[in-house]
């Protein structure tokens, strides 16, 4: 069974840092896609993030590009999601999420099947 356990989300001021971590388990193959999505109140989820590590493609939402950082530590299992210049729009539930047939190309992130818990992450003005 896959699971996937989030850490890292708090509350920061506009300007500010955070890093989301997500270490997964389960997998029975070290090629799968892994990333991050959010969910905002009154909106639909929305990707940010995606890594593939079978070739370290990555995919970024318009809207986080050049503030986000998504990495792959390969031995740990564990994907990081370092957030630079916090906006009050990037307030939000932060989900991980993961898949041997996930798909990650530069323009898009999907079809991911296993989820994590979720971690809040607040950005005050």
């Known amino acids: 069974e896959v699971q996937l356990v989030e850490s890292g989300g708090g509350l920061v001021q506009a300007g500010g840092s955070l890093r989301l971590s997500c270490a997964a388990s389960?997998?029975?193959?070290?090629?799968?896609?892994i990333g991050w999505f959010r969910q905002a109140p009154g909106k639909e989820r929305e990707g940010v993030s995606c890594?593939?590590?079978?070739?370290?493609?990555?995919y970024y939402a318009d809207s986080v590009k050049g503030r986000f950082t998504i990495s792959s530590d390969n031995a740990k299992n564990t994907a990081y999601l370092q957030m630079n210049s916090l906006k009050p729009e990037d307030t939000a539930v932060y989900y991980c999420?993961?898949?041997?047939?996930?798909?990650?190309?530069?323009?898009?992130?999907?079809?991911?099947?296993?989820w994590g818990q979720g971690t809040q992450v607040t950005v005050s003005s």
């Open positions: 890594i593939h590590r079978a070739d370290d493609v990555t």
């Open positions: 999420g993961a898949a041997i047939d996930g798909i990650v190309t530069e323009t898009f992130c999907g079809k991911f099947g296993s």
């Open positions: 389960g997998f029975t193959s070290d090629d799968y896609a």
